[in-house]
Nanobody
Framework: QVQLVESGGGLVQAGGSLRLSCAAS????????MAWFRQAPGKEREFVAA????????FYADSVKGRFTISRDNGKDTVYLQMNSLEPEDAAIYHC???????????????????WGQGTQVTVSS
């Protein structure tokens, strides 16, 4: 049974930083894509960032490029999202997601992911 457990959310002032963690368990993830999505109240779930475990290839939403960094720790089966220069618009529940996704499929589509974590709340005060 695959489990994804997020941590690291909290309240931060605009311009501040947070690092989210997603601890994965239940199988080996060497052939998986791991991603972060977020959902603010009244809005659709949106793609934030993804990383292919093999090769470490990364993908970002335009809205976070240059501010957020996704990374992985192979030994700990953990994915991180370093968030810098946070803006009030970044406030949302952040979810970790995982699945095997072929190269020809989009890692930005929530429908491609089978496994999801419960989420961690990020609040940004202005």
């Amino acid at each position: 049974q695959v489990q994804l457990v997020e941590s690291g959310g909290g309240l931060v002032q605009a311009g501040g930083s947070l690092r989210l963690s997603c601890a994965a368990s239940g199988r080996t993830f060497s052939d998986y894509v791991m991603a972060w999505f977020r959902q603010a109240p009244g809005k659709e779930r949106e793609f934030v960032a993804a990383i292919r475990w093999i090769g470490g290839y990364t993908f970002y939403a335009d809205s976070v490029k240059g501010r957020f960094t996704i990374s992985r720790d192979n030994g700990k089966d953990t994915v991180y999202l370093q968030m810098n220069s946070l803006e009030p618009e970044d406030a949302a529940i952040y979810h970790c997601a995982a699945n095997r996704i072929p190269i020809y499929s989009s890692v930005r589509s929530a429908s491609e992911y089978h496994y999801w974590g419960q989420g961690t709340q990020v609040t940004v005060s202005s």
